[in-house]
């Protein structure tokens, strides 16, 4: 029951903060550790994948596997075609997208790129770094959310996202979308 589970664990974290406990809480359940987590380790398979607060997972998931989990869905490899200082620029699948990084990369090293959902936006305009022409192909109605199935090249993007505030009809139209990194 999802409202039960919702008002346990606001239960469990009002006592956590009364008596002030540290606790270990096991779940397969993505809002149950993030709500509940001041650190979260992801184990899989016996083997942790990746420790940190809950914020650290999520803007830098180490593995697919932890993207996965958090929520990241559009995980695509790449690789590195230039890097000057912190600006680096990653081919996937003929697509050139720039993101910055602290991290060295050497040239041709392949990386995973998690593209963040809820971030990207749809425009007619060609914009900033990382606007692509996409075509749209299916867009799902969920009431307050949609889900829009669209394309950058041979890359094919499964985006969650809120009910824009034109209408659909409009979306359909788009032929940019921006995706921050």
Same mark, same amino acid.
């Given at each position: ?6 008002? +346990?664990? =606001? ?6 903060? =009364? $008596?002030?406990?540290?606790? $270990? #809480? ?9 709500? +509940? ?6 184990? &899989?398979?016996? =083997?942790? +994948? ?5 914020? &650290?997972?999520?803007? %830098? ?7 996965? #989990? *958090? ?17 680096? *620029? ?6 050139? $997208?720039?993101?910055?990084?602290? %991290? ?8 995973? $790129?998690? !593209?963040?959902?809820? +971030?990207? &936006?749809? &425009? ?7 606007? #692509?022409?996409?075509? @749209? ?20 993007? =499964? *985006? ?5 505030? !034109? ?9 940019? *979308?921006? @995706?921050? @990194?």
């Amino acid at each position: 029951d999802e409202n039960m589970r919702v008002n +346990l664990r =606001k239960e469990i974290k009002r006592i956590q903060k =009364k $008596i002030n406990f540290t606790g $270990i #809480f096991v779940t397969h359940d993505r809002k149950e550790a993030f709500e +509940l987590g001041d650190k979260i380790a992801l184990i &899989s398979n016996g =083997k942790m +994948l990746q420790f940190g607060e809950p914020k &650290s997972l999520y803007l %830098n998931p180490k593995t697919p596997e932890v993207a996965e #989990f *958090i929520g990241i869905n559009n995980n695509f490899f790449g690789k590195i075609i230039h890097q000057e200082k912190n600006l680096k *620029i990653a081919e996937m699948n003929k697509v050139e $997208i720039q993101f910055e990084s602290d %991290n060295n990369y050497e040239l041709d090293d392949k990386i995973a $790129i998690y !593209i963040k959902t809820e +971030l990207c &936006s749809f &425009s007619n305009e060609k914009k900033e770094q990382n606007c #692509f022409e996409t075509k @749209i192909s299916k867009i799902t109605d969920y009431g307050q959310n949609i889900e829009v199935i669209t394309s950058i090249g041979e890359n094919v993007l =499964k *985006i969650s996202m809120l009910r824009p505030n !034109i209408p659909l009809a409009e979306l359909w139209r788009m032929k940019y *979308i921006v @995706i921050p @990194i």
